[in-house]
């Protein structure tokens, strides 16, 4: 490299670190390895490696490929930031739960899940108390009155009274007086949303980001937990069908339709099946009268009109098989395991999406077609349309256009049964041995049942846990940078697995034969804080992080997606996450978060436990670990904890200031 280019790299990199620096280091180091791939493509000698922080202690690639499509659970993590669930885990070394009709470049994917916290900037958390009634503004709609947006579907947008100006800055954002026992708006807040007679739930909202596109879907409340035996695969076999045949398209014709009006096959026409929802999605242009007439009407077809005869069931089956090969690599093989061992003595550890070979190969389309009919009822369904066009009342008569003539069957909606997750106080054990695997990781994870939102104090309740992963995760980042440290890598999260259980999950990856150690330290670590708690500064810097995550998606409001919004209103009606919209969620947040003790955040730490339904999980390439040594770590952490042996945490002595004495001044 000559002196001139050394020069120059040199002085870009701290250039862009004293930059940052003005705004605080850990809040620079998203910002700058953003920066440092902008500056990788532009100068091929800058470092494809950049520096890690607590969101990221995986390091990225400078220059990540440019054909890489998101997965749904990065989709998802994006989607919930400005949504009452704050966090979710990257389930790819978990379970195939999701099987997309186009799947991504699997090679192309992170080794470990994301961490389940944002880290921006480390500003003082905010001390100010609850602003008194009359100082207040309250956002939330009167028990009397319809929520914005809801009931009739037109318009979209808050009632007058409750809108915030444009210009208002989260800092001047006023915080909200309201009852703990005060429910949550049932309705989505923002969008038109209503009901037509047959059934059917639609959500319309205008957005202009991107530009003449709109975010199309169609969600249906079934999977494939709900097949019998000799129906394992045909959910799946169903949303492949969809794309190949109806009852007005015939040989492939909307995926040449779609492809004919730039929405490329994948992309921007895609599927997926999961354990308990099937959901199709478009992104399609609008800028043609009548395209988005044609979309929403390829999104009816789908919902009642799909052909099956033995004839398109014969053309598709190589399709399923082919991406059901492809699923048999060290991946979906350790996938397909822990998703059994996971769900064991519950119907969802043998409802895996993708099916089985046998039923793949010989099911008949009478069976197909009877599982279309029976499950595809319209008021298990509805429609989503956002994007970039100007009247949404116009979008709803579209929906009911094509939607509304379309008669519920003459018998009564089918009634999606609970299948039950049945707990265990004795942990479960796995440990993959793969030569195709990547690094050793270990997996935790600790099931509960899924919880909902309904009342301000279930929302504050879900601050908390939020509070609990990120001071937890802060820690596991200290960790992994000591000397000689346990594991490269460890985050944790919470997340939805299926409709009625949740789970703590935390991962690590670390060096081989250092599974064992690994588990150790993050068994250890738990246990700390269910003896000890986190200190009050640890909770204020995580009280802060959030802060300033709900200020980031507050002031990037009017940037926000069509897809991501889409996703939210997918989250509603799939699993009744309340839409109350990022205005009245910032001044929300802003009131709540000063108020949450330590106390309210160590008690989170108890689901976390070794008792509470908890699976781990080893990946090594080569065998170093037994099931015998991970036993004996989980009764030693026991052990330790019982005789409370455990030393708290050694907090980093940081001085009040950085020089004690004031320097002589010069002359």
Known sequence: MSLQLFILRVTLWYLIVD????????????????????????????????????????????????????????????????????????????????????????????????????TRSLSPPPTAACASSSAAMDLLPPATEPPAGGGGGGGGAPAPGRRLRRGVGFRSLKMVSVSMDEPLPAEPVGVAYGRL???????????????????????????????????????????????????????????????????????????????DETIYELLVPVDKPGLLSQAISVLAEFSSE??????????????????????????????????????????????????????????????????????????????????????????VEMIKEHFGQKAPPSCPPPVIPDFPVPSHVEPRFSCFVESEAAGSAVVVSCKMPADRIKTVTDYRDSLAE????????????????????????????????????????????????????????????????????????????????????????????????????????LQHFLHEDPVVGIEYEAQLQKTLLPHISSAEVVKFAANFSTISSCVIKVVEPHAHASLEDLKAVVLKVNTLEQDNAIPPWDEEQIPEEIVSQSPEPGY
């Not at 199309?216 to 190949?244: N, P, Q, T, Y």
């Not at 395991?337 to 769900?343: E, N």
């Open 19 to 118: 930059a940052c620096t003005v705004r605080g280091l850990k809040a620079s180091l998203p910002d700058l390895q953003r920066r440092g791939a902008t500056l990788y493509s532009l100068f091929p000698f800058w470092p494809n490696q950049l520096p890690s922080s607590p969101a990221h202690p995986n390091p990225i690639r400078a220059n990540p490929p440019a054909h890489r499509k998101a997965t749904k659970e990065e989709k998802n993590r994006k989607s919930k930031s400005p949504c009452l669930r704050h966090r979710t885990a990257d389930l790819s070394r978990i379970a195939p739960h999701r099987i997309r009709l186009a799947q991504s470049h699997a090679a192309d994917r992170p080794p470990l899940p994301d961490p389940s916290i944002a």
């Open 197 to 275: 007679a047959n059934g059917l739930a639609y959500y319309v909202r205008s957005n202009p980001k991107p530009r003449m596109r709109a975010a199309l879907s169609l969600a249906v409340k079934v999977g494939s937990v709900v097949e019998e035996e000799d129906e394992r695969g045909v959910a799946h076999i169903v949303e492949h069908l969809a794309f190949s045949a109806t009852s007005r398209y015939t040989n492939h014709d909307i995926v040449k339709f779609l492809e004919s009006i730039g929405a490329e096959f994948g992309a921007c026409q895609n599927a997926l099946t999961s354990s």
């Open 466 to 569: 939020s509070m609990f992963h990120c001071a937890l995760n802060q820690r596991l980042f200290k960790i992994s940078r000591r000397n000689d440290p346990p594991y490269f890598s460890c985050s944790s999260a919470a997340d939805a697995l299926v409709r009625p259980v949740k789970a703590y999950i935390m991962t690590s990856s670390c060096r081989e034969r250092g599974t064992v150690e690994a588990l150790e330290s993050m068994l250890l670590e738990v246990a700390r804080v269910r003896l000890h708690g986190f200190s009050e500064r640890e909770i204020s810097i995580a009280r802060a992080l959030m802060m300033s995550d709900i200020e980031s998606a507050y002031l990037e409001r009017d940037q926000m997606q069509s897809t991501t919004l889409r996703d939210e209103f």
């Open 306 to 395: 799909v052909r099956v005869s033995a004839e398109d069931l014969e053309k598709e089956r190589g399709a399923v098989l082919e991406e059901y090969r492809g699923g048999r690599n060290a991946t979906g093989r350790m996938q397909d395991s822990h998703w059994a061992l996971l769900f064991e003595g519950s119907k969802y550890a043998e409802r895996l999406p993708i099916g089985t070979e046998k039923v793949i190969r010989t099911v008949p389309h009478e069976t197909v077609r009877h599982f279309y009919h029976k499950w595809y009822h319209l008021s298990n369904m509805a429609v989503f349309a956002v994007g970039d066009f100007p009247d949404t009342q116009a979008v």
